[in-house]
């Protein structure tokens, strides 16, 4: 049988699966920054209506799933695959949502890498004949990852400048066999990197190394160079990480030349008290399924190689002094 | 660790930004002596009003806890903590943040395992130790004048 697999780490799509349609939903905060216009919903507030965080942050994602749906106009039982993630413990948002639509489920925990995941597994799916459509969908919210990994809300503490805004919102996005333009066409999946980072208010160190690694390994993998892509756009490393990553890129011989962006760096106005950027499962997602997925619709850009990044940590693995291991997942996406 | 991971540390260093002491520093005398200021006020209003000066001492702690209670459930406090830091941490109404912060966020978990339960999650320590410090220096003092 004809191997797809390729090189170390990487797989190829040879049926190269359509991303047909994208929902975008971000928070006021997000709403005001650069990529403003590109979203589909921006909510007044991070709320939404509902009387927990929690269930403020489902019910975005359902909202971001319902949308993609609809807008795609198919029913949601056309769809047969549903993967998603987000950071909240035992991965609720997501388990929730997901029981509001009658599709299969997969539930994912990537981190902040999710999206991508969610990406590569539903390329798999499809090319391997399992799937016609799938959705890929992430979320996170300020309010609830503040709660769950750091401080009551209304807590004054200061943060140093290495910690990171975590983005509100989700991005949505489904897959179809045979479907138009963009494509995903291959993709890198990452081994967790531990490099003994210990600091949870400096994610972006904790995880550059694995986001360092999955490109480098994509780069050989493919036998391509930075240079192949219009793009490279890393997850979250924020200005911290990705400050790192172009150093650990040039000293791998794959330096960047000046096409890498980084959507927590990207998301926020440079006005916003954000520290070292923006954060979370919704920075890739929305800044796909939004920002990039605009431009390669348009032609601006052809092709691109989005990477996800994920720090591996949880409170209680924090407070046992654990290292924060990183992993990081890249998939390409082209208009061919 | 491993001597990949301490030449990685090492690297990272060189990209870490380091927070702005002086500027920390600075806010944290200011807002800090803002607050004593406010609370000194008080003070001598309750002494004036005639009240003993050790009572009156309570009364301006009470006070106290009162303006940081109520500036956290308005959503202020956590702007001053920003700016304060250590300044706004200290005092008496930084204690009385972390109690009202924490209350209010696990509210939405029941009164009793949510809001009772974890509202001493960021206070409990100081307690604890507070208590614990007090006990070791009566010891010590009744050690020595006794």
């Given amino acids: 049988m004809e191997t797809k697999h390729i090189g170390a780490q990487?797989?190829?799509?040879?049926?190269?699966?359509?991303?047909?349609?994208?929902?975008?939903?971000?928070?006021?905060?997000?709403?005001?920054?650069?990529?403003g216009n590109d979203f589909d919903t921006i909510l007044p507030d991070e709320i939404y209506g509902e009387k927990t965080w929690e269930k403020a942050e489902r019910k975005i994602l359902i909202e971001g799933l319902s949308n993609v749906i609809t807008k795609s106009g198919f029913e949601p039982k056309a769809i047969d695959f549903l993967l998603a993630g987000d950071l909240l413990n035992q991965i609720i948002s997501a388990n929730f949502a997901a029981a509001s639509f009658p599709i299969s489920f997969f539930g994912l925990y990537g981190a902040c890498s999710t999206i991508a995941e969610a990406l590569i597994l539903g390329a798999m799916l499809i090319d391997g004949g399992y799937a016609q459509k799938v959705i890929a969908a992430a979320s996170s919210h300020n309010k609830t990852a503040e709660?769950?990994?750091?401080?009551?809300?209304?807590?004054?503490?200061?943060?140093?400048?290495?910690?990171?805004?975590?983005?509100?919102?989700?991005?949505?996005?489904?897959?179809?066999?045979?479907?138009?333009?963009?494509?995903?066409?291959?993709?890198?999946?990452?081994?967790?990197?531990?490099?003994?980072?210990?600091?949870?208010?400096?994610?972006?160190?904790?995880?550059?190394?694995?986001?360092?690694?999955?490109?480098?390994?994509?780069?050989?993998?493919?036998?391509k160079n930075t240079a192949d892509y219009d793009l490279i756009v890393t997850g979250d490393l924020g200005r911290v990480g990705?400050?790192?990553?172009?150093?650990?890129?040039?000293?791998?011989?794959?330096?960047?030349?000046?096409?890498?962006?980084?959507?927590?760096?990207?998301?926020?106005?440079?006005?916003?008290?954000?520290?070292?950027?923006?954060?979370?499962?919704?920075?890739?997602?929305v800044g796909y399924s939004g920002y990039l997925h605009k431009r390669l619709l348009a032609g601006k850009i052809n092709k691109i190689l989005i990477a996800g990044t994920g720090a591996l940590l949880s409170p209680l693995s924090t407070q046992q002094n654990e290292n924060i291991p990183g992993v990081c997942h890249a998939v390409a996406i082209e208009v061919i | 660790?491993?001597?990949?991971?301490?030449?990685?540390?090492?690297?990272?260093?060189?990209?870490?930004?380091?927070?702005?002491?002086?500027?920390?520093?600075?806010?944290?005398?200011?807002?800090?002596?803002?607050?004593?200021?406010?609370?000194?006020?008080?003070?001598?209003w309750f002494i004036a009003q005639g009240i003993a000066k050790s009572t009156a001492g309570a009364y301006t702690?009470?006070?106290?806890?009162?303006?940081?209670a109520l500036l956290t459930?308005?959503?202020?406090?956590?702007?001053?903590?920003?700016?304060?830091?250590?300044?706004?941490?200290?005092?008496?109404?930084?204690?009385?943040?972390?109690?009202?912060a924490a209350a209010m966020d696990f509210k939405a978990e029941g009164y009793v395992l949510g809001m009772a339960a974890q509202m001493y999650k960021i206070a409990g320590p100081v307690i604890t130790y507070g208590i614990t410090s007090a006990i070791l220096a009566g010891l010590v003092q009744w050690l020595i004048w006794r």
């Fill in chain 1, 242 to 285: 990705s400050s790192i990553l172009a150093e650990l890129m040039e000293n791998a011989g794959f330096p960047f030349r000046g096409n890498h962006i980084d959507c927590g760096i990207s998301i926020f106005a440079t006005d916003e008290d954000v520290h070292a950027g923006g954060s979370g499962c919704a920075a890739l997602a």
């Fill in chain 1, 10 to 35: 990487s797989v190829a799509f040879h049926s190269t699966p359509g991303i047909l349609e994208t929902f975008s939903i971000v928070g006021p905060k997000e709403g005001r920054g650069p990529w």
């Fill in chain 1, 147 to 223: 709660r769950q990994f750091r401080f009551p809300i209304e807590f004054g503490s200061q943060r140093p400048p290495t910690a990171q805004w975590t983005v509100t919102g989700c991005g949505t996005v489904l897959l179809a066999a045979g479907g138009p333009n963009p494509k995903v066409t291959c993709a890198t999946v990452g081994k967790v990197v531990d490099l003994g980072s210990k600091d949870p208010n400096d994610l972006g160190t904790a995880m550059a190394p694995a986001a360092a690694d999955t490109l480098v390994t994509h780069f050989r993998d493919f036998a």
């Fill in chain 2, 1 to 44: 660790m491993t001597e990949q991971s301490q030449a990685y540390q090492k690297l990272a260093q060189d990209h870490i930004p380091k927070p702005n002491y002086l500027k920390n520093t600075v806010n944290a005398f200011w807002v800090g002596g803002l607050i004593c200021v406010v609370g000194q006020v008080f003070n001598n």
């Fill in chain 2, 61 to 68: 702690a009470i006070t106290m806890i009162f303006i940081g």
């Fill in chain 2, 73 to 100: 459930g308005l959503g202020v406090y956590d702007e001053i903590g920003k700016v304060g830091g250590a300044g706004s941490a200290i005092p008496i109404t930084g204690f009385a943040n972390t109690i009202v």
